[in-house]
């Protein structure tokens, strides 16, 4: 999932890209209209986060322009004017959603998993993304979530790539390098610190133990594992 990132105050936009990279999106970042505008034309992201007050082009002229060319990919507007009329404008020009500065990096992350979800349906149609078992859960890659009898658990799109990565690849080892490669993509090597904390936060999402892990299993000095033969664990 590819997200342009449009915002013209460096913290603000250096700010959405950190957190966002964390939850498994490819990034794009464009510091003014114009540049939004280009970015938009060569990369073709899956949605749009978009500041209104920018220098060159403001967010509602990048809105209408982008409209034109694509009636259907999400546009989030990020907009410190509160106003309901500032909010009316943007909805009429086809923006999914309007966030008003200061904004909470959880609200906006909930925001744009809603938007994802709908972009991966919609990208997924007709493609390998039928669910299946991982141990003892029902993993929805569709719905970016997944299920221990009435318990839903959501995911990120990154710890979708890894357990997806674990399953088709099970009762196998899955090293270092190849969960870098699925989850993170030839172009980012992250440290092995990094993907030890995904593993540790994944692990505490999906397993009823979290420090005595089945589904996903560290092999030492090689990487980790998911043996499908585990016995199953409920809560």
């Known amino acids: 999932m590819k997200i342009l990132v449009v915002e013209d105050d460096v913290h603000i936009r250096e700010g959405l890209m950190e957190a966002l990279s964390r939850e498994g999106y490819a990034l794009i970042a464009a510091e003014n ?83 994802a979800k709908r972009c991966l349906r919609q990208q997924f149609a007709g493609v390998g993304t039928e669910t299946f078992s991982f141990g003892d859960l029902t993993v929805f890659p569709r719905e ?9 658990l959501e995911l990120s799109l990154r710890e979708l790539k890894i357990i997806e990565c674990l399953y088709r690849n099970k009762n196998q080892v899955v090293t270092r390098d190849m969960l870098f490669d699925v989850a993170w993509g030839y172009e980012h090597m992250p440290n092995s ?24 299993r560290t092999v030492h000095g090689l990487g980790y594992r998911y043996q499908e033969n585990s016995p199953k664990t409920f809560r």
């Open 193 to 216: 610190r990094t993907l030890d904390q995904h593993i540790s936060k994944l692990r505490k999402v999906i397993e009823v133990d979290p420090d005595n892990p089945v589904l996903i």
């Open 33 to 115: 209209g114009k540049q939004a505008l280009e970015r938009y034309r060569k990369e073709k992201p899956d949605f749009i986060i978009l500041d209104i007050m920018m220098p060159e082009l403001d967010g509602y002229s990048v809105c209408r322009e982008i409209r034109k060319l694509d009636e259907r990919i999400p546009i989030v507007f990020l907009s410190a004017k509160g106003e309901e009329v500032d909010r009316v404008v943007g909805l009429e020009l086809g923006a999914d959603d309007y966030i008003n500065k200061p904004f909470g990096i959880h609200e906006i992350r909930a925001r744009i998993r809603t938007i």
């Open 144 to 152: 970016l979530c997944a299920t221990r009898g009435l318990e839903r």
